[in-house]
């Protein structure tokens, strides 16, 4: 037959091709083993992260990354953990959670770094989060809010921000429910993205808006890549909702909010994740931003003692006050910072790792978004702060005794 | 559900359905003229839409007027791609490779926007992006009034094209039959690669007409891909009229279904149709003898 | 029109010596022992689990190779049967507590029964369909993946449980993985090799030169085509199950994604889509490329204009791949090889757009057999 002299001169090129592979893959990939453990006395503390810096998440990635990056300097800059130097190793998982488990993979045995911070969004954080489990690793994580994150099972994940998805509008729910009978809005209508985090936020608020009485008029939930939100803005419209809940992310919120406005739908009130806490957000959706409310897990001007040296440090670096992303960052690095001190080792040995885990399991850390303290699945015990653009900027307006202005409902017309 | 969210859906539906025909006759001429199924088109798309947001940001000047330097561009790049590129494959394998060949080109202008632009989602400021008009009822917003404006022109143009001009019967020619119309002495390659410019300049129209009232990022032409595709192959493959016909029908159908089933599952409706299409009538509703081949 | 390779038979049989079958043998086993030692050679896990990756993506291309080498045609879509068996693997095991190495084989099955009506719709008409339909399936699957989330866990992914219980390490899972990869290419290897060899195999060869011939001459071409297309899914679903089991954690963004389809087509186009091992060398230099890109330029959009660029190219310049390339240049060092074999496809075509050209339009002959 023909086909054997093909398989065999075939076999041939290719058990020799293999071989060369074989032999430049290992050496290639894997230059830095060597340089692996990393316990002894004055090197560097290794911190291995992966990061989306390109593909769908690369812009809050990049801010997640600038957070960490002048996280570490600040570190530095004081002395060090534990008298040494940090010194971050990030990899770009291009948004792809095959990419960021082999880049977790590959941080732990090849770079042989100590210590592991989290990746951002939530479909990073699970598959990151196991490679990590699997290796012993203590797992702080700057972005994965969304409930899925935290009932998988994990024992060595914390989230370092304020409160969970679910937890975002805790303050806002509280507020309408104790308006007065005949001010209080009777029917609500939900638009979220279908991503953990934004359907989240938007269904942590429609659960206790429900069993506070208001009725869902709208329920809709959209893929990621929606752009035309004519019909989703239709059926808003038309129900004449009072308020309409967005869990969004950025454009969408601002295509769905342009998308209303072209119907001429005026609710009471309007709320959306994310999108309103970036500084674009006035300029994209034409000024129209009066009343329109946020929750938010950060901002400058929070009183906690160590968010100033923050918000100076990053602003003297970067001439821009830090955001929510770069806060989360700054946080994880904060949080496993207070453990290694506390704890007083940082290799990856399982051993050391472990009374990581076991301390912030059972202790408080301060941090620039306010003391945190987790439960058994690492979810933070605490609430977002909700803001509001109040006279054209955006400001905290709940809870009552961290307010910068006055609740305005209701929300004058877009 | 009430009669103006109806007609609401009803007036989305025809304003969507505008721009998908336009951008399925463009996928239309490619495939008549070279027998090539076209995965760029809508990257094209993407990258016009790009070119008319990076002129409005840089200029300040309405995106509209992009158009007057991205139709030419296109049109140019169009009659190189086919001159260049596609004549280059074999003719045997001519459908598959040059499937691969334009999906490759798609992968590039994904990969170069990415790498210009970032993959953050953009979106044109236009001061008239919330203006609306009253329409019995139902609301119209002025962009996309515009943009169906625009699509209609165009293939408006396009028709007089094919059925008035010389031109125009030379290119039906070599989309009925290439080999007949070299015998009566048409240059059926410069045909051939002027069908493939003019299908590019409606990717540039088209692109201008989604930046007014749409999000883009350079993956987003994924996101179009597939409707447009079973769009062309529910008309039958090769026929405009077909394509602009199925475009008009799935475009409705879509904005109407949203009602009862939601975003998500409506965009289904596309590739139900297109099932459904292969099923029982694998040349298309409206194609003619060409579909039947392919 | 009988391919290239078929038209050597003859003379490359009655070359056949003690020397090539002794090369032959040599040059499996040197393979296989590579394979083998991999995973002692490798210096950590990390090394490992690139190792794992690899070799799915072998498995991968191989079984596109099913359809893709055989018949001609070109399905951008694969991504969609792995996905599937992915996903069916995971749901078997999740919500329907099967054991899991019965739940990748019955997604298989099930996939494969899936595949039939899908072959059906997209082959009765010839190639531009199939594609479309190939690109339209994976969109619609994401979509349904995505929205039916109590079903398929949505947006959220799907997590599935070790298959070997949590007292075996990760390194020792990676090298369990990838000698099960190792064995599933084994056998599809030989499957290929088997069909490569059959009357059903030349039957579907005979699609891929000339499908209006092969049709003429009584070869049953739609029952080949989708028999040979169901098999390839059915391989891909395997494929896509035992990556999940591997990897543990489905997203629907990544598992349906244009992108995995795309992989599988350049690794089988790169290697050579008519060569046994062709999808194999294909998956190990696109596969070490893809490392080897991210650890030099991690952070930019690189991969996906390397992606494009290398496909164009090898469209362009070496539709037959890497195989056949170094084949002939390998005969030219080998004066005694040198007779029909040297009459590559490439130069076929050229030597009949030569001919189309000086007007005996060879298309319109076609077209006339057609009608």
Redesign the interface.
């Given at each position: 037959?023909?086909?054997?002299?093909?398989?065999?001169?075939?076999?041939?090129?290719?058990?020799?091709?293999?071989?060369t592979?074989?032999l430049?893959?290992?050496g290639?990939?894997?230059e830095n083993?060597a340089q692996g453990g990393g316990d002894g006395g004055d090197d560097p503390i290794r911190i291995g992260i992966s990061l989306p810096?390109?593909g769908d998440f690369s812009e809050p990635g990049k801010g997640v990354g600038r957070g960490y990056e002048a996280w570490a300097e600040y570190v530095n800059s004081q002395g060090g953990l534990l008298g040494r130097q940090v010194k971050l190793t990030i990899?770009?998982d291009?948004s792809?959670?095959?990419?960021v488990?082999?880049d977790y993979?590959?941080l732990?045995?090849?770079d042989g770094v100590d210590l592991v911070f989290g990746p951002f969004s939530?479909?990073l954080v699970?598959?990151a989060a196991?490679?990590a489990k699997?290796?012993g690793m203590l797992f702080v994580e700057p972005a994965g809010a969304?409930e899925?994150v935290f009932t998988?099972g994990f024992d060595n994940l914390f989230y370092a921000a304020p409160a969970v998805a679910d937890d975002h509008y805790n303050h806002l729910a509280e507020k309408i429910l104790s308006m007065p009978e005949g001010q209080r809005p009777k029917t609500a209508a939900y638009a979220a993205m279908?991503?953990?985090f934004a359907q989240g936020t938007a269904y942590g608020l429609k659960q206790k808006l429900e069993e506070g009485g208001i009725r869902t008029v709208v329920d809709e939930?959209y893929?990621?890549n929606t752009t035309d939100f004519g019909s989703i803005a239709a059926k808003i419209a038309d129900s004449n909702a009072d308020i309409v809940v967005g869990g969004t992310q950025y454009q969408d919120a601002v295509n769905l909010i342009v998308a209303l406005r072209q119907l001429d739908y005026q609710p009471k009130l309007a709320a959306f994740s994310t999108a309103p806490t970036n500084p674009e957000f006035p300029k994209a959706i034409g000024q129209q931003t009066e009343g329109i409310l946020s929750p938010t897990g950060y901002t400058p001007e929070a009183p906690y003692p160590s968010n100033k040296e923050f918000v100076e440090f990053y602003t003297e670096q970067h001439g821009s006050p830090p955001t929510e992303d770069e806060a989360n960052a700054w946080t994880t690095g904060q949080v496993v910072a207070a453990a290694v001190e506390a704890v007083g080792c940082a290799d990856p040995d399982p051993e050391c790792q472990g009374k990581l885990i076991d301390w912030l399991r059972n202790n408080e850390v301060d941090t620039v978004v306010g003391p945190l303290s987790w439960d058994e699945a690492g979810r933070p015990q605490g609430a977002h702060l909700i803001q509001q653009y109040v006279d054209g900027k955006i400001r905290i307006v709940l809870p009552e005794d961290a307010k910068e202005a006055e609740f305005i409902y209701p929300k004058p017309a877009w | 559900m009430t009669g103006s969210l109806l007609l609401q859906s009803l007036v989305l539906g025809v304003l969507l359905g505008g721009l998908y025909a336009l951008l399925a006759a463009g996928l239309t001429l490619y495939?008549g003229v070279m027998?090539v199924?076209m995965?760029a088109h809508s990257a094209f798309l993407i990258l016009a839409a790009y070119l008319a947001w990076f002129f409005t940001r840089q200029t300040g000047l309405d995106p509209m007027l992009s158009l007057l330097f991205t139709v030419p561009l296109f049109f140019g790049i169009g009659v190189l791609m086919q001159r260049l590129?596609i004549s280059?494959?074999?003719?045997?394998?001519l459908?598959?490779?040059s499937?691969?060949?334009t999906?490759?080109?798609?992968?590039?202008i994904?990969?170069?926007l990415?790498?210009a632009f970032t993959g953050t989602h953009r979106r044109i400021r236009l001061p008239y992006s919330g203006a609306h008009l009253e329409f019995f009822g139902a609301s119209i917003a002025v962009v996309k009034l515009i943009a169906f404006g625009l699509a209609a022109l165009s293939l408006a143009g396009l028709y007089i094209l094919l059925k008035r001009t010389r031109f125009g019967q030379a290119l039906r020619a070599t989309m009925q039959h290439?080999?007949a119309a070299?015998l009566v002495g048409i240059n059926t390659d410069r045909v051939a690669g002027f069908g493939f410019g003019l299908g590019l300049a409606t990717a540039a129209i088209g692109g201008t007409a989604l930046a007014l009232d749409s999000t883009i990022y350079?993956s987003l032409h994924?996101h179009w891909?597939?409707p447009l595709?079973?769009i062309?192959?529910v008309g039958g493959?090769g026929s405009v009229p077909g394509a602009a016909i199925a475009a008009m029908a799935l475009g409705l159908g879509q904005s109407l279904l949203q009602i009862p089933l939601g975003t998500?599952?409506a965009?289904?409706f596309?590739?139900l149709a297109?099932?459904a299409t292969?099923?029982l009538r694998?040349?298309g509703f409206f194609g003619g003898r060409l579909?039947?081949?392919? | 029109m009988p391919s290239d390779?078929?038209l050597?038979?003859v003379p490359?049989?009655a070359r056949?010596s003690t020397t090539?079958?002794v090369?032959?043998v040599?040059?499996?086993?040197?393979?296989a022992g590579?394979?083998i030692s991999?995973p002692s050679?490798?210096?950590?896990?990390?090394?490992l689990?690139?190792g794992v990756?690899i070799a799915s993506y072998a498995v991968l291309a191989t079984s596109w190779n099913f359809v893709g080498g055989f018949t001609?045609?070109?399905s951008?879509g694969h991504a969609a049967y792995s996905g599937l068996g992915g996903y069916g693997t995971a749901l078997l095991i999740t919500r329907a507590d099967v054991n899991p190495w019965l739940a990748m084989v019955a997604a298989g099955v099930l996939v494969a029964a899936f595949a039939v009506p899908v072959g059906?719709?997209?082959l009765?008409?010839?190639?531009?369909?199939f594609?479309?339909?190939s690109?339209?399936?994976v969109?619609?699957l994401l979509?349904?993946f995505?929205?039916w989330?109590s079903f398929t866990g949505?947006?959220?992914?799907i997590?599935l449980p070790r298959p070997f219980g949590d007292d075996v390490?990760?390194p020792e899972q990676h090298e369990r993985f990838f000698y099960l990869h190792a064995a599933l290419l084994a056998v599809l290897l030989l499957c290929w090799?088997a069909i490569?060899?059959s009357r059903f195999g030349m039957g579907l060869k005979a699609i891929r030169?000339?499908e209006d011939k092969a049709q003429s001459l009584g070869v049953p071409t739609f029952t080949y085509k989708l028999v040979v297309f169901v098999i390839s899914a059915f391989f891909t679903a395997l494929g896509g199950g035992m990556y999940a089991l591997w990897?543990?954690?489905l997203?629907p963004?990544?598992q349906f994604s244009?992108l995995v389809g795309?992989y599988m087509?350049l690794m089988s186009?790169l290697g050579g889509i008519r060569?046994?091992?062709g999808p194999?060398?294909g998956a190990?230099?696109v596969g070490?490329a893809m490392?080897?890109f991210?650890?030099q330029y991690?952070?930019?959009?690189?991969?996906?204009?390397a992606?494009?660029?290398?496909?164009?190219i090898v469209?362009?310049f070496m539709?037959d791949g890497i195989?056949p390339a170094?084949?002939g240049l390998?005969n030219r060092f080998r004066p005694q090889a040198a007779s029909i074999r040297e009459v590559s496809a490439?130069e076929l075509?050229e030597q009949?757009?030569a001919a189309?050209d000086t007007g005996g339009?060879?298309?319109?002959e076609k077209?006339e057999v057609?009608r």
């Open positions: 037959m023909h086909t054997a002299k093909r398989t065999r001169s075939n076999a041939l090129r290719l058990g020799a091709l293999a071989g592979a074989a430049v893959l290992t290639c990939l894997s083993s810096l390109t990899l770009d291009q792809n959670a095959d990419r488990a082999a993979e590959k732990i045995n090849s939530t479909r699970v598959p196991q490679v699997d290796y969304a899925e998988q279908d991503d953990p939930v893929p990621p | 495939f027998r199924v995965i590129l280059r494959l074999r003719p045997a394998t459908t598959m490779m499937v691969l060949l999906f490759s080109i798609a992968l590039l994904e990969g170069v990415g790498f290439r080999e070299q350079p994924w891909i597939g595709m079973a062309i192959v493959l998500t599952w965009q289904t596309f590739y297109l099932f292969l099923m694998p040349q579909a039947q081949r392919f | 390779s078929d050597v038979t490359a049989r056949t090539t079958r090369a032959k040599l040059g499996l086993l040197v393979l590579l394979v991999f050679l490798a210096p950590d896990s990390f090394i689990s690139v990756v001609g045609y070109i951008l059906i719709a997209s009765r008409v010839r190639g531009a369909s594609v479309i339909v690109i339209a399936l969109l619609i979509l349904v995505q929205s989330g949505g947006s959220n992914g997590r390490l990760r090799w490569d060899r030169e000339d990897f543990g954690f997203d963004i990544f244009i795309s087509v186009l060569s046994l091992f194999l060398l190990v230099i070490y490392e080897f991210k650890a991690g952070d930019t959009q690189a991969h996906l204009i992606m494009g660029a290398l496909l164009a469209v362009l539709p195989i170094l084949r390998v490439a075509a009949r757009r189309e339009s060879e298309r319109g077209e057609r």
